[in-house]
């Protein structure tokens, strides 16, 4: 008996090299995927060297949709995609017709048929799910409004690609390729619309109750390595059952099968459990592509690369950012979207191997779909560095024009040259503003110092001159012109800011007298210790005011004048 077989070998070389290349485009900081692929291009055919089942990697790379799929179903929210469905799901559909169109007209540029001219761009259309993720991930900008949007639009792409791989071995025929219903296009899609139907109708009625149930009872028998084989059963026995009953893809069944495990109570640990084996069959299923790669392409068409490269950068992110300003969102946004989509990945492998399965793509569209994916994907990352740069300089720009701005504010809202004996109020509340009118009123010109901007805009329409700012801070106090004022009351609840502050005015002016409010005999002490002439209790003067008016009353007037 052979120590080896072509199934073992395959498997062995495949996780070594993609483990070597994967570790060092992480180092060179790219995503692992670019050394998963290169790592398939070393094995192919088209590298010399060890070169790989060429039968077995298309049955592997199968596996790897499936449990590709199957990932994206846990991770399904249609939740997420409700709150930015007005303009994640018109957005998505409006790029993806742009991209396809783009694609057409290289297409038809090259000379292909029209049906391989919308296949190519619509495989160019839709974004990679690993990439898109992980440098938001990277950024914690998922739970961003701008996040949001842009895993929004990623779901809606997921979907429209789903339905795609349903529908286009029904329009194979159409397309110029192999395969496909007889008879008309409407008939043909009537078929397959009604098989999709069956199988959705089954998974949702019957689904959506037997495989929680399921769930359910291997998880109360306390087992993980059952709990983990019953979900990975559950995916592959979908897709299969999806595949041979109902003629649909591999990919919607396991689609199906993890959106409804997601729903389940036990969906996040279905999601963990299975996740290690469903990341070993994604690599093998990105090693699987590479193989399939002829990097003869980059020489022998670099113009056709160039173009197919350019419509995935440069196009498809140029319509997905005039979508998102069309819709009115700020320029950041735009651009954290558009860099997002800057590239495509495992979707596009799907369709660039069903398109050449069923004869609608030309092996030269194939191979520029994985040349162009290679090279986006290596370029994502640094276009999210520019990014970041970029916004690093908009919000350095952003704060200059605050203090730009703030300081014009302050020269003019100056308090004027010509005050003095002024009093200043510190803090315009309740009791502030009350007091600054008193002393208007009384004639003794007033200085308000508040650190709320709608307060101190408040106390300016009172035609009060008002500096903003926290009194605390050594800069703000200088702006009332304190040694030329003869008194400041604060009246601030925060006796400890008070005090520091008191101690800063009377050594700017020995002569100003200064009164605080405070809320405790601890405070009071406090600021007499820091110099403050006089502190009023507030509780303490709301008792004797009391007090006075209920000696006033008739029952103790008498009283009070025996007293007096």
């Known amino acids: 008996m052979p120590h ?3 199934l073992i070998a395959i498997l062995c070389v495949g996780f070594v090299a993609a483990f070597v290349l994967g570790l060092l485009a992480q180092r060179l900081r790219l995503s692992p995927l ?64 742009a991209a396809t169109l783009m694609g057409w007209g290289l297409g038809e540029w090259l000379g292909w048929s029209h049906g391989a001219g919308l296949m190519f761009g619509l495989a160019l259309s839709v974004a990679s799910t690993v990439v898109l993720l992980r440098a938001l991930e990277e950024r914690r900008l998922i739970e961003t409004t701008k996040g949001r949007i842009a895993v929004g639009w990623l779901i809606v792409e997921d979907l429209a690609m789903v339905l795609a791989l349903v529908l286009v071995p029904a329009f194979a025929g159409a397309l110029g390729g192999e395969g496909g219903g007889g008879g008309s ?37 306390g087992s993980r390595e059952l709990f983990t084989l019953c979900v990975l059963a559950v995916a592959m026995g979908v897709a299969f059952g999806a595949a041979e009953l109902f003629g649909v893809s591999f990919a ?26 469903r990341d070993a069959f994604a690599v093998l299923f990105f090693v699987s592509v590479g193989m399939l790669f002829d990097w003869h392409i980059v020489v022998e068409r670099p113009l056709e690369l160039l173009a197919t490269f350019l419509i995935i950068v440069v196009g498809k992110s140029a319509a997905a950012w005039a979508i998102v300003r069309a819709f009115g969102r700020p320029n950041t946004t735009a651009l954290v979207i558009s860099t997002s989509l800057a590239q495509i990945g495992e979707f596009s492998f799907i369709l660039a191997g069903l398109g050449l399965s069923l ?28 990014l970041d740069r970029w916004q690093a300089k908009q919000d350095a720009q952003s704060q200059r024009d605050a203090q730009q701005a703030a300081d014009q504010e302050a020269e003019a809202h100056r308090v004027p040259e010509t005050i003095s004996d002024h009093a200043i109020v510190v803090g315009y509340g ?13 004639g003794v010109p007033v200085v308000v110092v508040e650190d709320d901007a709608d307060t101190v805009a408040r106390a300016r329409a009172a035609g009060f001159p008002a500096v903003r700012g926290n009194a605390a801070a050594e800069r703000v106090m200088p702006e009332a012109a304190p040694e ?20 800063r005015l009377k050594a700017a002016n020995p002569g100003i007298t200064v009164l605080a409010r405070a809320h405790s005999d601890a405070e009071v002490k406090h600021l007499l210790a820091h110099g403050a002439d006089g502190a009023v209790l507030a509780e303490r003067e709301l008792a004797y005011s009391l007090a006075e008016m209920v000696m006033a009353t008739p029952p103790y007037r008498a009283l009070r004048a025996q007293t007096a």
Request: no cysteine; aromatic share 8%.
């Open 4 to 6: 080896h077989t072509s």
């Open 34 to 97: 670019v050394g998963y692929l290169v790592a398939g291009i070393l094995i192919g055919p088209f590298t010399p060297g060890f070169v790989a089942d060429q039968t077995l990697a298309p049955q592997l790379a199968e596996v790897g949709v499936i449990l590709l799929m199957f990932g994206v179903g846990l991770h399904f929210s249609l939740k997420d995609l409700m709150d930015v469905k007005a303009i994640a799901l018109p957005g998505a559909v409006a790029q993806i017709a």
């Open 185 to 221: 296009l409407w008939l043909t899609l009537f078929v397959t619309l009604g098989k999709v139907g069956a199988f959705v109708a089954l998974m949702l009625v019957v689904g959506r109750r037997v495989i929680p149930w399921v769930l359910e009872r291997v998880a109360g028998t």
């Open 252 to 277: 919607l069944g396991a689609f199906f099968a993890g959106m409804l495990l997601n729903e389940s109570e036990f969906g996040h640990k279905a999601a963990n459990d299975s996740l290690p084996l």
């Open 359 to 386: 004869k609608i793509l030309p092996q030269e569209a194939h191979d520029l779909i994985l040349a162009g994916a290679l090279l986006s994907i290596i370029l994502n990352p640094f276009l999210f560095t520019l």
């Open 430 to 442: 309740r009791v502030g503003s009350q007091l600054a009118t008193l002393l208007r009123e009384r």
């Open 484 to 503: 030329r004022a003869k008194l400041a009351v604060f009246a601030i609840p925060h006796a400890l800011e008070a005090g520091e502050t008191i101690a």
